[in-house]
Nanobody, 120 residues
Framework: VQLQASGGGLVQAGGSPRLSCAAS????????MGWFRQAPGKEREFVAD????????EYADSVKGRFTISRDNAKNTVYLQMNSLKPEDTAVYYC??????????????WGQGTQVTVSS
């Protein structure tokens, strides 16, 4: 699976951008997908993930209630709708895929990342 993230950029605090991650490869619809982020000087952290069908999702406490992960298996794309952005959401956002469809699998495929910068 190859992953291409897009949709980042400079956003004002309170903004609502949507990130997209387009996947190539025939195993996308059977893979759980996740979003992670890495801020300058910090370790990469989990943001959200979604199982193969879209029926199960998980969120980091820091984004719960503000971000929504979804997927369209017909388009081989996973999305991250981000609402009520805060300056502390500034980071490079990465999408990732597992080999399994559930949320407990290891993320072994990674996209190149898209920068999100939130101005106050």
């Amino acid at each position: 699976v190859q992953l291409q993230a897009s949709g980042g950029g400079l956003v004002q605090a309170g903004g609502s951008p949507r990130l997209s991650c387009a996947a190539s490869g025939r195993s996308f619809s059977s893979s759980a997908m996740g979003w992670f982020r890495q801020a300058p000087g910090k370790e990469r952290e989990f943001v959200a993930d979604i199982n193969w069908s879209g029926g199960s999702t998980e969120y980091a406490d820091s984004v719960k209630g503000r971000f929504t992960i979804s997927r369209d298996n017909a388009k081989n794309t996973v999305y991250l709708q981000m609402n009520s952005l805060k300056p502390e959401d500034t980071a490079v956002y990465y999408c990732a895929a597992t080999r399994t469809g559930n949320l407990s699998g290891a993320y072994i495929y990674w996209g190149q990342g898209t920068q999100v910068t939130v101005s106050s």
